[in-house]
């Protein structure tokens, strides 16, 4: 049993640490999609949730 | 010819008309056009999709920086969605209820498989604690993932009407990230164990002579000899890693979908991610089967590590012996479970 729950614990600890990672090394979709001069500001509150 | 003043009389309304016809005409080009009904003349889309060849493909010219958003058109895309609509709900429903339904019937036909000595009372260390570990993480993220995919092949048809939209919808939301993460770990186990058990898991001759007497499993009271892994697990372990690796190279191209050259690629990744994905279920329903209420002491194996010695002797004969010849097996007393 305690193997299992440690198989468990490390399969959600490592799913978001792998988020984490993910989300520091990538850009978010309307930086990353779209050039410099069509970039919308504070996408947190334009169109765009603040992940977008 | 003469020409009577009449008959130019009656011809003068008709000229002038005709004059100032053509003087709109010259004038507006665009009244012209306006004469062939551009609405009811122009292209319509169907038949240019009809028109279009296997592999066509509209394309525009873009200036953000994401190549496949220049495809416009692909028709190729109608037998991606027709797939995944009409033909994955089939091959999925056929490779996990077909399974369901084999396996139910081979319970009720051959029963659980028993230990035919009875329980020793002594037993073996089948699986130290790492392996257990290994075998755990990759089966614990496999089944949220498959769960959460068949979420996404069935889940519009079986659920939403059960969960209603919005229920549905965060539901799925959550259920993909959860894949989405989870495939990480999972990939980490599929490397682990193909580390740890390929040694044992090499096909051998004694494997073809397990098939050829059913395994043990098909008939009542025989016992093939078997080392570690019998010709069965050896199919399980080299399932989870073909299959695994698939899930896995497909995964990671659905996951970031501009590393595939172009759209038409990528369709073809989620097609084999689908399809796999089907069938490794499938196969993972007979493997957990055998390792709970098809085969008797099996699930000791990964519940604690230790199986009963009479268990060992039965289904893995030529492993028991070499653990004994080290000095490693059946000195641990083990409580009888009652029956």
């Known amino acids: 049993m305690k193997v299992f729950l440690a198989a468990l614990l490390f399969a959600a600890v490592a799913a978001v640490g792998v988020s984490m990672i993910l989300n520091t090394i990538q850009e978010p979709s309307s930086v990353a999609f779209a050039t410099s001069g069509a970039r919308v500001g504070d996408p947190g509150n334009n169109l765009i949730g603040p992940n977008g | ?339």
Not at chain 2, 44 to 64: C, H, P, V
Request: glycine content about 8%; proline content about 5%; overall charge positive.
């Open chain 2, 1 to 339: 010819m003469p020409v009577s003043s009449s008959t130019l009389k009656a011809l003068l309304p008709w000229t002038f008309c005709t004059a100032l016809a053509l003087l709109l005409v010259l004038a507006h080009p665009a009244a012209a056009q306006l004469s062939f009904k551009p609405t009811a003349e122009a292209v319509q889309e169907d038949k240019l999709l009809n028109a279009l060849k296997e592999g066509d493909k509209i394309t525009g010219r873009i200036s953000i920086p994401d190549a496949m958003a220049a495809s416009l058109i692909q028709p190729a895309g109608r037998d991606w969605r027709d797939f995944h609509r009409r033909k994955l709900p089939v091959i999925g429903g056929v490779a996990i209820l077909g399974m369901l339904a084999l396996l139910t019937i081979f319970l009720m036909v051959r029963g659980r498989v028993r230990v035919h000595q009875g329980f020793s009372g002594t037993s073996i260390l089948r699986f130290a604690s790492f392996e257990r570990f290994t075998h755990w993480l990759t089966a614990s993220c496999f089944v949220v993932l498959a769960l959460s995919g068949l979420n996404i092949s069935f889940g519009r048809i079986l659920i939403l009407p059960l969960f209603g939209p919005e229920a549905f919808a965060t539901m799925s939301a959550y259920a993909k990230l959860a894949h989405d993460y989870l495939a990480f770990p999972f990939m980490m186990g599929l490397v682990i164990m193909f580390l740890i058990w390929v040694k044992d898991n090499v096909p051998r001759k004694l494997d073809l002579e397990w098939l050829k007497q059913g395994g043990g499993i098909l008939f009542e009271g025989k016992h093939p000899p078997a080392r570690r892994f019998n010709a069965g697990q050896k199919g399980i372990f080299w399932i989870v890693i073909v299959f695994g690796t698939l899930m896995s190279v497909s995964g990671w191209f659905l996951l970031f979908p501009y590393l595939p050259a172009n759209v038409t690629v990528l369709q073809v990744w989620t097609v084999i991610h689908a399809v796999i994905a089907m069938l490794f279920i499938a196969a993972m329903l007979a493997h957990i089967y055998i390792g709970s209420i098809g085969m008797e002491g099996a699930f000791d194996a990964m519940g604690t590590g230790e199986v009963d010695l009479n268990w060992a002797k039965e289904h893995h004969s030529l492993w028991v012996e070499e653990e004994q010849a080290k000095g490693h097996a059946g000195s641990t007393p083990r409580p009888v479970a009652a029956e």
